[in-house]
């Protein structure tokens, strides 16, 4: 009689396990599924959190080296590229270098396409440290922004 007991109270453990488990995700797909009427996910789905999250502004994407070491009395050219967004306007560029370089391209120049490269050139005339600096100016939906941008020159 005791085994009959056990066995079956081992039975009814294993019923009630199964079906509060089956209750368990049945409550998390409700949550996931509800409220969407004949769409199919609610509002806890991921799939719909991700049209929650505020969107993020595009930004000019620039990339220029951070380092670059150069040989004294050398002309180097160094690329800017760049991507800009349709909502940027009217970008211009500004190049300053620290006293022991000479600029040979311009120090001001525009960018007037949405994706491109420009070259920046310059002669290290001492052995040292120095700094390039690139300030980019632009209008994004009409209101003005600023980029900056440095690269450090080593010269030897």
Not at 118 to 130: K, M, P, Q, R, T
């Amino acid at each position: 009689m005791k085994s009959d007991t056990s066995t079956f109270l081992s039975i009814v453990r294993k019923v009630l396990v199964t079906f509060s488990i089956m209750f368990a995700g049945s409550t998390t797909a409700c949550e996931l599924h509800a409220g969407m009427n004949e769409m199919g996910f609610g509002f806890q789905h991921p799939l719909m959190q991700q049209h929650l999250m505020p969107q993020r502004d595009a930004m000019i994407d620039l990339r220029i080296d951070r380092k670059r070491e150069v040989n004294k009395n050398e002309e180097v050219a160094v690329p800017l590229r760049y991507v800009v967004p349709s909502n940027y306007e009217k970008i211009s560029v500004e190049v300053t270098t620290s006293s022991g370089l000479i600029l040979v391209s311009d120090d001001q120049f525009r960018i007037n396409k949405a994706m491109g490269k420009h070259n920046i050139s310059f002669v290290a005339l001492e052995s040292g440290e120095y700094e390039m600096l690139l300030e980019i100016y632009a209008l994004k939906n009409n209101i003005p922004v600023t980029y900056t941008r440095k690269m450090k020159v080593v010269v030897s």
